[in-house]
């Protein structure tokens, strides 16, 4: 019932909007890649905290953009291997995957949005040292994780651009992580429940008719639990 009632609100606010007089503007659609660098990122675990390297993450944006309505997603392609380092099991290679789609109903006015959509990871991650359901050997691990969430955002003309930002919330994302052993110790699969926040703010500056400049920043928290 918790998560039936947000849904129902924002249903309705969707259908609100959705009913207002439909924006002058014409079709578009937009495609880009952004280089989005970790700075801060921590993992933190049970029984230890891992601080992640600066690496630069390139995602593919895309939109599509019709009356008051738009389609927004950014993806992952799969990485190569991310090398880090865990003071329990050793060397990690991390690869991760990301697909992350939102509907969106704008105001008349083109500054205000609610949405809903659907976020997707994939990651396969080596551990050196495998953990302590094995005796010996190494371990590899293979999770897929999704869920709805829901955003409000606002986008306000500056200058020669747009400041734009957003807030998403995904309450509940399911999922089932497969671990296997090196030593021959039976696979296990455990269920795997979280939930994500993602917050950011930009400046979209256009140059030309064609192209864009973006410039901000982004915080996700995600969270996530396992049933052993």
Request: charged fraction near 15%; hydrophobic fraction near 40%.
């Amino acid at each position: 019932m918790r998560i039936l009632a947000p849904f129902c609100a924002l249903a309705i606010a969707l259908l609100a909007l959705s009913a207002a007089p439909a924006m002058a503007d014409p079709p578009s659609a937009t495609i880009g890649v952004t280089l989005d660098p970790i700075v801060g990122g921590i993992h933190d675990s049970f029984n230890d905290t891992i601080r992640l390297p600066p690496i630069p993450v390139p995602l593919i944006e895309g939109s599509l953009r019709f009356s008051n309505f738009e389609v927004l997603g950014y993806g992952l392609p799969p990485t190569i291997a991310i090398p880090y380092s865990n003071a329990i099991q050793g060397s990690v290679a991390l690869r991760l995957s990301i697909l992350d789609t939102t509907f969106r109903v704008w105001d008349p006015s083109s500054h205000f949005a609610i949405g809903v959509g659907e976020t997707i990871y994939n990651q396969t991650t080596h551990y050196a040292t495998a953990d302590v359901f094995a005796a010996s050997g190494g371990e590899r691990q293979y999770s897929r994780i999704a869920g709805a969430h829901y955003e409000v955002a606002v986008r306000i003309p500056f200058r020669a651009g747009s400041l734009e930002t957003s807030l998403r919330y995904a309450p509940v994302l399911l999922g089932t992580q497969v671990s296997t052993y090196e030593d021959g110790t039976a696979s296990r699969f455990d269920p795997e429940r979280g939930e994500q926040v993602d917050g950011n703010v930009r400046y979209v500056h256009h140059i030309g008719r064609h192209m864009d400049a973006v410039l901000g920043v982004r915080y996700v928290n995600f969270t996530a639990a396992y049933d052993i």
